[in-house]
């Protein structure tokens, strides 16, 4: 996929679609990343703007797409600039790089590790 002018992958197991950009309802109070809700497939998802994440502007005439993921149950979409492909990668050399989902949306949900555990909730 393409942010800005980098271009990066995530982890297949973690994407289950991947829509045109939607109308977006924006949500009062909420900054930074969140870039708003939208409607997918019947399902309100919160809706990170991957360009804000990654600190890369968008390109003129990038057609934007919201590739939905899960990530320790948590489903969200990533709003980004282009989807360029989908293929299975194998090895670090084969491909654009691979983003930590966690670590990327951190930002969005806070810390997604488990209750207890180090950087958790308590």
Same mark, same amino acid.
């Given at each position: 996929m393409r !942010?800005?002018? #980098? !271009?990066v992958a995530l982890p297949?197991?973690? !994407?289950?679609?991947?829509?045109?950009?939607l109308q977006l309802t924006r949500v009062p109070g909420v900054g930074g990343? !969140?870039?708003?809700l939208a409607n997918v497939r019947g399902v309100v998802l919160t809706v990170a703007d991957a360009h804000v994440?990654?600190?890369r502007p968008?390109?003129?005439g990038d057609e934007a797409a919201l590739v939905v993921v899960t990530h320790d149950g948590r489903r969200?979409? #990533? #709003?980004?600039?282009d989807v360029l492909e989908v293929r299975t990668l194998?090895?670090?050399a084969d491909g654009p790089p691979l983003l930590d989902l966690g670590a990327l #949306?951190?930002?969005v949900f806070g810390s997604t590790a488990p209750p207890g555990a180090p950087g958790g909730t308590t």
């Open positions: !942010v800005g002018d #980098l !271009v297949a197991a973690a !994407v289950s679609d991947v829509v045109p950009a990343a !969140v870039a708003g994440l990654l600190d968008p390109r003129p969200a979409a #990533l #709003l980004v600039g194998d090895g670090a #949306l951190a930002p």
